[in-house]
């Protein structure tokens, strides 16, 4: 909304420079946004105002906030006060509920015409356009007092009479800017006898506007509901400054006044003679009348405002005192224009935005309780702190993603619910076109960012996200869904070292398994199992599922061929995705010490050839079991694929770790309890040791 | 006897004349080295077990009593001399041998560390992690919840009836099955309200939505952080200590900060809070022109705020004639953006890596 400057010095006196009346507005919560010179001796200033505000939107609601700031007198614009004739008229019909108040005023034998420079240079300071006299002037008023109004062609309303009523369904009006539409019966319409001739309080209809060989004007100044001007504006996706005005709320009161001043204005620039004045006011309702304890500003603003500058705001304002000054409770009259203040809370902070803010103190609450993080919360910043220093950046998704990824990915565990239609949440409508499915998974994101990054040029890429996922509950309407936090991974790409050029190797499905591991040592979660499982999204042979325990946890491995395909990944990708609330869920590790061994240990690395069926954790197992005297430990050495090595096969090396707490071992007495061990894979796995 | 000495003198001159016009200067390491060898032979062929000198140590126990200390003495002396002069040598190349090794092996120490290569926290979680910090050490507790919400909780409880402009807007997102993705962390004080009672200091950090086309300055997931404080006898003033005191711990002593007036459906009296610009320190003018971050104004915008208006309160259960509080709100996305000079919100979740690693 536009004000000038100069046209605002018309309505009240001020000594402040447009600068210094911005900067004061601003602080009185009506926040100019900028100011420009207009002209040659004026200035605009650009306000940004909040939705409750809809008296400033005129030079007059400014001009009352200026009152309020200086104490200086609003002057008067209108000289004529005609008050218009209250007997029963047949000009005006209101039928409907959402008009409370309309008046109709006829000016006859008008010469249509352009407006005068002067009225021409105002309307485009406020930036708006000049069309004709009449025109202008509704327009001009408008922006003076804050009152939409609309000038009909009397002679071109059939019956020359106005009826306010809903349109029928599928009534149709063209209006002003030339786009027929079509109406509906929870619309407001301004007819005559036999149609619509305006969309109340939106636009006028092109047939019954005002034309060169307009000669008697109906001039419409009224009053609609808010939220009927609103639904009406939305339905018919139909803006203006009239609408915008009205669904805020205009000051009921300020008809009679804004009529008055556009019809002298009309009367002096385009001729014409005032011949008719009808008010027709069904819904005049009593005022707001809003308590104010004038403690209370003091309990809630902690500034000491004393009783008599609250009256003198208050006042200055437009609020009536009613009653007694003394009492207890003040209790003030809400003037018409005020659509924003019904409890005792708005009036604090009208006395304290003109007091002003900055006279409000600094002081800290007193002190209530310990603070407190989220549960889990020093768990999962050492999550991330581990992940980052292995090298994965922490990734923020969407929440919302394209449905295309459905069915592609394998969900966690005991999150959806398989037995509803609709598993998942989904969208009305998403301003990024197909992303209406809150994501079941945070893997497409995490792939959609692998993608965009090797777009750039990056193909060394690590990240982590720790996020929500989304499943329905019930099918039940209006039931919340299921948020799950999920935490997941995604690699691709070489083994990199800081500031070097060049990887040291490629990623691996170990990298992103070590990873894993790393994570839940975070956690200070117990050991986990790793195992072999097929996985949807997984390629067959490098997908594992984690579980605790008997919990299945989630999937790692590597992404499955048809996926990659379909991104178009032309290295591995590794990905993983486990359930963070679960795993936060599970019991911590205690940590206890563990006395320090006495005696030394004796090793024996021994290679195996093992069939690729079988895996090193099953034969840790199998050995394990059988709980050798002197075996303490088993530990993977290395596997080695390839020459030598027959394709079904692998070389698995196995370290063993002899070791007594009572003395320190004899050569022999190991190489015979390892020697059993190795007869015992021989035996039960057929396995068997290599270079012997 | 004394002969049998004077050879094996000889002898060591003999063997040492290799030695003599040794120019160290012109030997490479490898002949240094053979020199050391040569030279520790040469110890052992003198002085060893199977030198003359133990032959002739041995023999003295055959001599005449009389003449053994004066011989044994002997002995000592010349061994001690054959030492002294092949040690010289040895101490003389060995200190050169070091020299040249220590020239051989010397590094670029310019050359990268070994280290594998790190990753970095989102910028967002970085910011989180130190506001939270902050009201905790404050004593706020942080709360959140449900990122999809029911119209209840979006609006309703917060003062936002039906038909309200704030509640029309086009941009909020609905799901299919009538909820709404929370268009504020404001949910959150009803929540957390209905759960831990008053008084109350929570702060709730977390994500919303807004169907918003993206642009450099919109997007339509980021994240707020709430912050509640209910109790008896709270106001505003409380409000602009508490906002100016997190900024002062997170921006540095100096920063001031303003409240203008505003509107907010769910506090009463309501507020925009500015800070004073942390790069120009609320000049508007860095390094001698206008300042980027707060356009030159000294002053930024972050966030709005109010005392908690009395319909809240009273949709949970809190009598606003016992209790008064204050909320405040703002958007980590655009206060991360500042922080970091970001001109452009969506490289936020573009998650390129080259983005990412820029913050720690």
Redesign the interface.
Do not use: W
């Given at each position: 909304m536009n004000i000038s400057y100069n046209w605002l010095k018309e309505l009240i006196d001020f000594d402040f420079s447009a600068q210094e009346l911005a900067e004061k507005l601003t602080n009185a919560g009506v926040a100019v946004d900028s100011v420009e010179p207009f002209g040659e001796d004026d200035y605009v200033l650009t306000f940004d105002l909040t939705s409750n505000r809809s008296d400033c939107l005129s030079h007059l609601g400014i001009a009352r906030e200026v009152r309020a700031l200086t104490g200086n007198h609003l002057k008067s614009l209108v000289n004529t006060e005609r008050i218009p004739s209250d007997k029963p008229s047949d000009l005006v019909r209101i039928e409907a509920s959402d008009c409370y108040r309309f008046t109709a005023r006829i000016i006859k034998g008008v010469k249509v015409g352009s407006s005068p420079d002067w009225l021409v240079r105002k309307l485009e300071a406020v930036g708006e356009r000049s069309i004709n006299n009449i025109a202008d002037i509704t327009n001009y008023v408008m922006h003076e007092l804050g009152q939409p109004m609309h000038a009909f062609d009397l002679d071109r309303l059939e019956g020359s009479r106005i009826i306010v009523r809903r349109a029928r369904k599928g009534e149709k009006i063209k209006t002003l800017d030339g786009v027929e539409r079509t109406l509906d019966d929870t619309m407001l319409a301004i007819c005559d006898v036999c149609k619509p001739v305006a969309i109340a309080g939106i636009m006028g209809g092109e047939e019954s506007g005002i034309c060169e060989e307009t000669t008697n004007v109906l001039l419409e100044v009224a009053y609609f509901d808010k939220n009927s001007i609103r639904q009406t504006s939305r339905r018919l996706k139909l803006s203006t400054q009239a609408s915008y005005r009205f669904e805020r709320g205009v000051d009921i009161e300020n008809l009679i006044q804004a009529s008055n001043r556009a019809t002298e204005l009309i009367c002096e620039i385009a001729g014409g003679v005032d011949v008719e004045f009808v008010d027709i006011y069904p819904a005049r309702s009593s005022r707001v009348t809003v308590e104010l304890r004038p403690d209370r500003v003091r309990e809630l603003t902690g500034v000491n405002v004393e009783r008599e500058e609250i009256l003198r705001i208050l006042s200055l304002l437009g609020f009536i005192l009613q009653g007694d000054f003394s009492s207890d409770k003040l209790s003030f009259e809400v003037p018409s224009w005020r659509h924003d203040i019904s409890i005792e809370e708005d009036l604090i902070e009208e006395v304290i935005r003109i007091v002003g803010y900055d006279s409000i103190s600094e002081e800290l609450a007193p002190s209530f309780g310990a603070g407190e993080y989220q549960p889990n919360e020093a768990r999962k910043r050492n999550l991330r702190k581990v992940l980052t220093d292995l090298g994965f950046s922490e990734a923020i998704c969407y929440s919302f993603i394209d449905i295309s990824h459905d069915e592609q990915f394998e969900l966690a565990s005991n999150f959806v619910n398989e037995g509803l239609d609709e598993k998942f949440i989904t969208l009305k409508d998403s301003i990024i076109e197909g992303a209406v499915r809150m994501r079941p998974t945070l893997l497409p994101g995490l792939l959609d960012s692998i993608r965009r990054n090797f777009n750039y040029g990056q193909r060394n890429v690590r990240l982590f996200e720790i996020g929500r996922a989304f499943a329905a509950l019930s099918k039940e309407h209006g039931a919340f869904p299921v948020e799950r936090e999920l935490f997941a991974i995604a690699m691709t790409g070489g083994y990199m070292l800081q500031n070097k050029a060049l990887p040291i190797r490629e990623l691996d499905f170990y990298d992103a398994k070590g990873a894993l591991e790393a994570a839940f040592d975070a956690l200070n979660l117990p050991e986990p199992s790793f195992k072999p499982e097929n996985v949807r999204h997984l390629r067959t042979g490098q997908s594992a599922a984690i579980y605790f325990g008997d919990r299945r946890v989630g999937t790692l491995g590597r992404l499955s061929d048809s996926i990659a395909q379909k991104y178009k990944f032309r290295q591995p990708v590794f990905v993983a995705e486990v359930d963070l609330e679960l795993l936060l869920s599970l019991e911590e590790e205690k940590v206890f010490y563990k006395k320090l061994p006495s005696f030394p240990s004796i090793v024996r690395d021994v290679a195996f050839l093992v069939s690729k069926n079988l895996s090193f954790a099953e034969i840790r197992r199998a050995i394990k079991e059988q709980e050798f005297p002197l075996l303490s430990r088993i530990e993977f050495v290395e596997v080695y694929e390839g020459r030598e090595i027959p394709e079904d096969m692998r070389s698995l090396t196995i370290r063993l770790e002899y070791r007594s707490e009572e003395r320190t071992l004899k050569e022999e007495e190991v190489e015979a309890v390892n020697e059993a061990v190795i007869e015992f894979l021989k035996a039960s796995f057929g396995v068997v040791k290599r270079f012997s | 006897m004394k002969e049998q000495i004077q050879r094996i003198k000889d002898e060591l001159r003999e063997a040492l004349s290799s030695f003599d016009n040794l120019d160290l200067r012109e030997l490479k390491l490898v002949e240094v080295e053979a020199n050391l060898r040569k030279l520790r032979d040469l110890k052992i062929r003198f002085t060893g077990k199977k030198s003359p000198i133990s032959e002739a140590k041995r023999q003295i126990g055959a001599l005449p009593a009389e003449q053994r200390a004066s011989f044994g003495k002997l002995i000592q002396e010349t061994e001690s001399e054959i030492l002294n002069s092949i040690e010289h040598l040895e101490r003389e190349l060995a200190s050169y041998a070091l020299d040249l090794k220590t020239r051989v092996e010397s590094l670029d120490v310019t050359i990268?560390?070994?280290?594998?290569?790190?990753?970095?926290?989102?910028p967002?979680?970085l910011l989180r992690?130190r506001i939270?910090d902050i009201?905790?050490?404050?004593?706020?507790?942080?709360?959140?919840d449900?990122?999809?919400e029911?119209d209840y909780y979006n609006f309703d409880a917060l003062n936002i009836p039906e038909?309200h402009?704030?509640r029309?807007a086009e941009d909020t997102?609905?799901?299919?099955?009538?909820?709404a993705?929370r268009s504020q962390t404001s949910t959150v004080q009803i929540r957390a309200m209905e759960r831990r009672g008053v008084?109350i200091?929570i702060i709730a950090p977390g994500?919303v939505?807004r169907?918003?086309?993206?642009d450099p300055t919109h997007i339509?997931?980021f994240h707020q952080v709430e912050g509640l404080?209910v109790?008896r006898?709270?106001?505003?003033?409380?409000l602009?200590?508490?906002v100016?005191?997190w900024l002062r711990r997170l921006f540095g002593k100096g920063t001031k900060?303003?409240?203008?007036?505003?509107?907010f459906p769910f506090t009463?009296?309501?507020?925009e809070f500015d800070f004073s610009c942390f790069k120009c320190s609320g000049t508007g003018v860095f390094e001698g022109e206008k300042c980027r971050p707060c356009k030159g104004t000294g002053w930024i915008e972050l966030g709005g705020c109010g005392?908690v208006?009395?319909n809240v309160l009273r949709n949970c259960g809190v009598d606003p004639q016992v209790f008064?509080g204050f909320a405040f709100g703002f958007g980590l996305e655009r206060m991360c953006a500042m922080l970091y000079s970001i001109d452009d919100i969506r490289l936020?979740?573009?998650?390129?890596?080259?983005f990412?690693?820029q913050f720690r």
């Open positions: - | 990268p560390g070994f280290r594998p290569e790190s990753g970095s926290l989102h967002i979680t992690q939270e009201f905790v050490s404050m004593g706020y507790a942080v709360e959140d449900r990122e999809i029911n038909g402009p704030a029309e997102f609905y799901t299919t099955n009538g909820l993705l008084p200091r994500k939505y169907n918003d086309t993206p339509p997931m404080c109790d006898g709270i106001t505003m003033a409380h602009k200590g508490t100016a005191e900060i303003r409240m203008r007036p505003s509107y009463e009296p309501s507020a005392m208006h009395p008064s936020m979740y573009e998650n390129d890596v080259r990412l690693k």
